[in-house]
C-alpha cells in the first residue's frame, strides 16, 4: 500500500504548511464576509440567504487544500457576492414585489384551529414535521391555535387562543395516533384527522368530514396550553 499516496495523494509533505497558510487565510475571509453580511444572515437562513452561505462554502473550501486553485479569485469571489447580497438586500427592502420573488412569501396554514388544506398541500412540509414544531411551542392539540404562519425562513409561527377561548381541536401527540377510528362508539367531539375539523358527532358506523370528505377521525381534545 502507497501510504503517502494515500495520505497525501500527489502533493509532497511540504504542502501541509500551505494548506494551513490557506485555511488560516480563507477562515479569516469567511469570518470577515459574514460580518459583512450583518446579523439577519447569520441569525436565521432564508432561501437567498441559503444560497449565499453555499456560493461561499464552496469559494472558500477548494482553494483550503486545492493547489491548483490560487486564493485570489476565490477572494473575488467572496467580494462579488457580498456585494451582490446587500444590493440585492436594499432592494429587498425597497420593493415588496422584490422581496416576494427572491424570499417567498408567509402562508397560514392553521387558522381558529384547523387547517388551511390548500395553503397547506402548497408547502413542502410533512404532518410529523409541522407537529413536531408545534410541540416546541407546548401545543397538544389545534383547538389552542389561532394562526399558525410558515415563515420564509421554514420556520413556523404561531399566534395562541387565550384560555378562556381554547377549542376542541385535532390531537397531535403521537400517543393519539393510534386512536383514529373510522368508527365512532361513542358520542362526543372528534376531529378530522387530515384537516382537523372539530364536531360533535353521535355514534355510527362511519361520518364524512364536511371539509375535506375523509373518514379518519381521532377524539379531540380542550385541554389548555402549558407553557
Avoid at 55 to 82: E, H
Avoid at 93 to 99: A, F, T, Y
Avoid at 180 to 187: G, L, V
Wanted: charged share 25%; with cysteine; proline share 4%.
Amino acid at each position: 500500500m502507497d501510504w503517502k499516496n494515500l495520505l497525501l495523494g500527489e502533493e509532497q509533505w511540504q504542502f501541509l504548511g500551505e494548506t494551513a497558510l490557506r485555511t488560516f487565510v480563507m477562515f479569516l475571509v469567511i469570518l470577515l464576509s459574514l460580518r459583512l453580511l450583518g446579523k439577519r444572515g447569520i441569525k436565521q437562513l432564508s432561501v437567498f440567504e441559503l444560497g449565499v452561505i453555499i456560493g461561499l462554502g464552496s469559494a472558500a473550501g477548494d482553494p483550503m487544500f486545492y493547489k491548483d486553485v490560487g486564493l485570489l479569485p476565490s477572494v473575488l469571489v467572496f467580494i462579488i457576492v457580498v456585494l451582490l447580497y446587500r444590493g440585492i438586500t436594499k432592494l429587498i427592502n425597497n420593493s415588496r414585489h422584490i422581496e416576494q420573488f427572491v424570499e417567498g412569501t408567509p402562508r397560514c396554514i392553521v387558522q381558529d384551529g384547523q387547517f388551511l388544506v390548500e395553503n397547506f398541500e402548497k408547502e413542502l412540509i410533512a404532518f410529523d414535521e409541522l407537529f413536531a414544531q408545534l410541540r416546541l411551542n407546548h401545543i397538544s392539540h389545534l383547538g389552542q391555535v389561532q394562526e399558525a404562519v410558515i415563515e420564509t425562513n421554514g420556520e413556523v409561527s404561531v399566534l395562541f387562543f387565550p384560555d378562556k377561548e381554547v377549542k376542541w381541536g385535532l390531537p397531535i401527540s403521537p400517543a393519539w395516533a393510534d386512536k383514529e377510528t373510522d368508527e365512532i362508539r361513542e358520542e362526543g367531539y372528534y376531529a378530522c384527522n387530515y384537516c382537523g375539523y372539530t364536531e360533535y358527532i353521535d355514534p355510527g358506523p362511519e361520518h364524512t368530514c364536511k371539509v375535506c370528505d375523509r373518514k379518519k377521525w381521532l377524539p379531540a381534545s380542550n385541554k389548555i396550553r402549558i407553557a
